[in-house]
């Protein structure tokens, strides 16, 4: 168990509609980042955030938006869903040094929301 | 950008050492390597991380040569329980700190 916890662990939709997948970090963790897995597509950073603020960002679509709240969970919006969009959505959090470089961070991983469109 | 890549599958027999190679040709001044290890459905779990020359832990060494254009994990005497998915990642500070995955080497141990 990381101690990062993801809800929900499941979730079916259909095309064009919205949903929104939340992320709670390990105690004491400032950082959180977002990663979708697909087969074709492997992991994929999505965005990260430190104590509130967008820190980097990756590969996130215009439908796709995320934040960070002040008690440090954070929330990835996804719209417009398409079929494409189905993937293991991960969320990652890590103690996050203000002064560091994302790369220089342990992350630590939830278990996943398994998002299905269909 | 930093474009990571890895063999896709390798196997091993139990005992043995595996040694998996990640490219990052394009890796800037300030970027670590990290490797992760993921198990069906469950997320990626760190294993090792460096900068340069060699780091070692209690599971599995890291070899950087000095232009840092790749890097090798080891995992020394491997078991059943190491069959997974092995990834890379490294950021890169010339592209706003994106982070990038290489596509995972599936390494299957066998009896």
């Known amino acids: 168990d990381s101690g990062v916890t993801q809800t929900p662990k499941h979730l079916i939709t259909a095309t064009g509609q919205r949903v929104t997948l939340r992320c709670s970090p390990r105690?004491?963790?400032?950082?959180v980042y977002w990663y979708q897995q697909s087969l074709d597509q492997g992991l994929q950073f999505l965005i990260q955030?430190?104590?509130?603020?967008?820190?980097a960002k990756g590969n996130i679509l215009e439908r796709f938006s995320a934040q960070q709240f002040p008690d440090l969970h954070s929330e990835l919006n996804l719209s417009s869903l398409e079929l494409g969009d189905s993937a293991l959505y991960f969320c990652?959090?890590?103690?996050?040094?203000?002064?560091?470089?994302?790369?220089?961070?342990?992350?630590?991983f939830g278990p996943g929301t398994r998002l299905t469109v269909l | 950008l930093a474009k990571t890549t890895q063999p896709i599958s390798m196997d091993s027999y139990e005992g043995q050492e595996v040694n998996i190679t990640c490219s990052h040709n394009?890796?800037?001044?300030?970027?670590?390597i990290t490797w992760y290890q993921q198990f069906p459905s469950q997320g990626p779990r760190f294993i090792i991380q460096?900068?340069?020359t060699k780091v070692t832990n209690e599971v599995a060494s890291l070899f950087i040569p000095a232009d840092r254009k790749s890097s090798t994990l080891s995992l020394p005497r491997v078991s059943l329980s190491d069959t997974a998915v092995y990834y890379c990642?490294?950021?890169?500070?010339?592209?706003?700190?994106?982070?990038?995955f290489g596509g995972g080497t599936r390494v299957l141990v066998k009896p």
């Open positions: 990652a959090s890590s103690v996050a040094f203000a002064s560091g470089f994302p790369s220089t961070d342990t992350q630590y």
């Open positions: 105690s004491g963790d400032l950082s």
């Open positions: 955030y430190y104590n509130g603020e967008e820190r």
């Open positions: 394009n890796i800037a001044t300030n970027d670590y």
């Open positions: 460096g900068y340069k």
């Open positions: 990642l490294v950021g890169d500070s010339a592209a706003g700190n994106k982070l990038t």
